[in-house]
């Protein structure tokens, strides 16, 4: 049986009692360690886990994926993953799917059994801010920009949000065990430290787009929240404008952001206000551009 067993959002207690009875009993433990991170190191997980585990990385997973899946047509193998093996986490949503889809289809051509067990992901725990979850549009992704690479289509997921009035949650890149391109085309295992895209980056970089497209879904002004390390002990969110979003440093990662659409309710908006970077340019904003359009 092959098991995909979510952990959770910030550390080693947040697996389910489920998950962890699963863990104890695999013959081999694999962590998923390049579309998502935890808030603690592999040891840690270890130590609270009782059990090795096995790093299993982007060449691993995309590559290997027989390797982890030998045996477990007659033994237990457990493939741990950030969040739920299936819902969207603090990563890019589109390389997250395919993976852990890709590792289930190919389960399934070896006659290999599977069994998913589910735990918080970023798509259930952003209602901690107070925004509704029924309020939210389509989830996008945020990757870091390049001098000559500057992708837009999250721009035009943002529109059709808007159009409708829906929030829209953005997830933010990571970079975790890349090659730069000269690395990459020379053949050299020579990887890049990790980056992990802030509140104030991604901020920065919606503006930088909006600027150029001038389609007027935001403005500088727009509401948004940001937050960072959600589901842990030391979570942060913060409440402003993007241009003051753009301006504001929220701590270590993980980050997401979330752009405020005009059906906005009055509960949500009294509920972020407690967190406004400044109360009194969030009232202003919000009576100017928000207050009586829900509709």
Same mark, same amino acid.
């Given at each position: 049986?092959?098991?995909?067993?979510?952990?959770?959002?910030?550390?080693?207690?947040?697996?389910?009692?489920?998950?962890?009875?699963?863990?104890?009993?695999?013959?081999?433990?694999?962590?998923?360690?390049?579309?998502?991170?935890?808030?603690?190191?592999?040891?840690?997980?270890?130590?609270?886990?009782?059990?090795?585990?096995?790093?299993?990385?982007?060449?691993?997973?995309?590559?290997?994926?027989?390797?982890?899946?030998?045996?477990?047509?007659?033994?237990?193998?457990?493939?741990?993953?950030?969040?739920?093996?299936?819902?969207?986490?603090?990563?890019?949503?589109?390389?997250?799917?395919?993976?852990?889809?890709?590792?289930?289809?190919?389960?399934?051509?070896?006659?290999?059994?599977?069994?998913?067990?589910?735990?918080?992901?970023?798509?259930?725990?952003?209602?901690?801010?107070?925004?509704?979850?029924?309020?939210?549009?389509?989830?996008?992704?945020?990757?870091?920009?390049?001098?000559?690479?500057?992708?837009?289509?999250?721009?035009?997921?943002?529109?059709?949000?808007?159009?409708?009035? /829906?929030?829209? !949650?953005?997830?933010?890149? *990571?970079?975790?065990?890349?090659? #730069? =391109?000269?690395? %990459?085309? &020379?053949?050299?295992?020579?990887?890049?430290?990790?980056?992990?895209?802030?509140?104030?980056?991604?901020?920065?970089?919606?503006?930088?787009?909006?600027?150029?497209?001038?389609?007027?879904?935001?403005?500088?002004?727009?509401?948004?929240?940001?937050?960072?390390?959600?589901?842990?002990?030391?979570?942060?969110?913060?409440?402003?404008? /993007?241009?003051? !979003?753009?301006?504001?440093? *929220?701590?270590?990662?993980?980050? #997401? =952001?979330?752009? %405020?659409? &005009?059906?906005?309710?009055?509960?949500?908006?009294?509920?972020?206000?407690?967190?406004?970077?400044?109360?009194?340019?969030?009232?202003?904003?919000?009576?100017?551009?928000?207050?009586?359009?829900?509709?």
């Amino acid at each position: 049986m092959l098991y995909l067993v979510g952990l959770g959002l910030a550390d080693e207690a947040d697996i389910t009692v489920k998950g962890l009875e699963v863990v104890k009993t695999s013959r081999r433990v694999y962590l998923e360690a390049y579309t998502s991170v935890l808030l603690v190191d592999k040891e840690k997980l270890e130590t609270y886990y009782g059990r090795s585990i096995i790093l299993a990385d982007r060449e691993m997973v995309e590559s290997s994926s027989d390797e982890i899946l030998e045996g477990a047509d007659v033994d237990d193998v457990a493939f741990l993953v950030v969040g739920d093996p299936f819902g969207m986490n603090r990563n890019l949503t589109d390389v997250r799917a395919t993976t852990h889809t890709d590792l289930v289809l190919r389960a399934r051509e070896l006659g290999v059994s599977i069994q998913n067990i589910h735990n918080a992901s970023i798509i259930s725990a952003i209602g901690a801010t107070g925004l509704q979850l029924y309020n939210f549009g389509q989830t996008v992704s945020m990757v870091f920009f390049t001098e000559t690479w500057k992708p837009s289509s999250f721009y035009d997921r943002l529109k059709e949000n808007r159009e409708i009035g /829906l929030h829209t !949650l953005l997830l933010l890149d *990571i970079k975790v065990k890349e090659q #730069s =391109l000269e690395n %990459l085309a &020379r053949g050299r295992k020579i990887y890049e430290p990790p980056r992990f895209m802030t509140v104030a980056q991604c901020a920065s970089q919606m503006l930088e787009i909006e600027e150029s497209r001038h389609e007027g879904v935001y403005e500088s002004q727009s509401l948004a929240v940001g937050v960072a390390r959600i589901g842990s002990k030391d979570q942060k969110m913060v409440s402003g404008t /993007l241009e003051q !979003l753009s301006k504001t440093e *929220i701590g270590p990662p993980l980050h #997401s =952001l979330v752009l %405020l659409g &005009r059906r906005t309710h009055v509960l949500e908006k009294e509920f972020i206000r407690d967190f406004a970077i400044d109360c009194d340019i969030f009232d202003t904003v919000w009576a100017e551009k928000y207050e009586g359009r829900q509709r």
